[in-house]
């Protein structure tokens, strides 16, 4: 027999999205993202904990690996049952990079024109416009524009697509908590941040994963220095909301002193929040072969440990946040709170009409996307299966410092977690992994990293979920996240 292989898919931040599936076969795990790595179960059996910071890899955003022969294709019906009176997440996929890195696996497209940066974005805000029509009470609860690389988009797409977005951000009476928008030193200008500033942008994004020229080399970043120096600069001068730096440890070559520099440099412009991510390349990639998986698991153990020094918590595994610095989009995903996505490759999660789950797909593909309202922008629909529901809960909950909000589990699953899996539960606390509170569900210093092998002891044991209880009504949403 096939050992059982899970592929199990989070979510990126930027793509919006989180899935899971698990399959018979295929050890291959198709994913891998950016600097921001991807779900890895790897675990056959038997599952060992001798090295379980590896867990931790569970820990960046991962773009979903959808099972195939799962999704068809949306209709109009499928929303007519929604709650309008939902208050959501909106991400935004703009699908272009000057160059494509090579470990990424986010769809984006190299090297756009200006005529192609124009039409996509005039298809992305008319695939809004078709949702903002589905869901007439929408409103924004907060807005991520991702990619890709959202600073490279002309200003004249750049202003037609936040004016749009701030327009719709103030419908029904709602008020946008936080509004990020990712960039890239080279391409990040003082036109960029001012068209971003004037219309209410809060948050910047920026990729920088390293300092060193010959880690961005190896990750094949084309980006100087000089760049860096400069795009920090102008932030500093002209950038008045907060800020988010990227950072990837465990590059191949890469010391434990180069990380802690690395980490000093980006510490220097006192940013609210930074994500530290464990380089996940390309399966099968010459940089995956270079990947020394241990030695990633000290590089970011240092690197928790700077953080943690420096006042910065961990709030999830990869994310690092001063006081009043979470990032609240991605809590949503964490929380399994209902978001629209829009643009190629972006995903939507929202409730369908008898209660189930159900996530809507934009193609990864320009031309797919680009048939535009004739073919509904290739979306495709699944319904996440309760027992998929289930685990994306504790796949994402865990990941997160102060766990799952036990109140909120009860009200989806109907009974608490330790009367669903009693047995591994009793185990997870006899040996640590959980920290006691009345409030949460949440794993132990210890437990957290050992976060992939904890969860594959579910995969084996998960019973199936005969009923959920979407709580996703306003009250349930951000705030109770924060
Ligand atoms: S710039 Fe970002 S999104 Fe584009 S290829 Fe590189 S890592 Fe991927």
Known sequence: MSPPIRSAGCHCPRVGRTSIHYREICPALPWGRPNISCLEIIVPPPVTHARGVRLRKIVSWARP?????????????????????????????????RR???????????????????TVVREILSE??????????????????????????????LKTLLRTLHHLSSRNGGSC?????????????????????EQAVNRLSLGIQSFYPQHLDRLGRRVTLAQIERALGL?????????????????????????????????DYN????????????ADSDLAR???????????????EVLETAGYRSYEVSSFAKEGHKCLHNLCYWTLAPYVGVGPSAVSTLPGPTGE??????????????????????????VVSNRDFFFENLMMGFRLGEGLLVRRFIQRFGRPLPEIIPELWAGWQRKGWLRPCTTHYALSDSGRLLLNSLLAEVLEVLPDISRINLDWKPEALILDSQ
């Open 65 to 97: 690996s959808y099972a195939t022969g799962l999704s068809e294709a949306v209709e109009e019906s499928d929303f007519s049952f929604l709650n309008k009176t939902l208050p959501l997440s909106l991400y935004v996929h703009i699908p272009f990079c």
């Open 100 to 118: 494509k890195c090579g470990y990424c696996d986010f769809f984006s497209v190299a090297r756009p024109g200006t005529v192609l940066i124009a």
């Open 177 to 197: 908590l936080e509004w990020t928008i990712e960039a890239n030193p080279e391409s990040l200008t003082q036109k960029f941040l001012e068209i971003c500033r």
């Open 271 to 282: 940013p609210g929040h930074i994500s530290l991510y464990t380089l996940t390349p390309l």
């Open 290 to 304: 270079q990947v020394d998986p241990d030695h990633q698991d000290d590089l970011w153990l240092s690197g928790r």
């Open 235 to 267: 932030i500093e001068r002209l950038w008045p909301g907060r800020i988010n730096i990227d950072l990837i440890c465990g590059i191949p070559g890469q010391s434990r002193d180069e990380l802690i520099k690395d980490l000093g440099r980006a510490l």
């Open 357 to 382: 789950v159900l996530r809507l797909t934009n193609p990864d593909s320009l031309e797919r996307f680009l048939g535009g309202s004739s073919v509904l922008w290739g979306l495709e629909r699944e």
């Open 128 to 157: 809004l416009a078709y949702f903002c029509k589905k869901l007439p009470g929408l409103k924004i609860g907060t807005i991520y524009i991702g990619g890709g690389t959202p600073s490279l988009l002309t200003d004249t797409a």
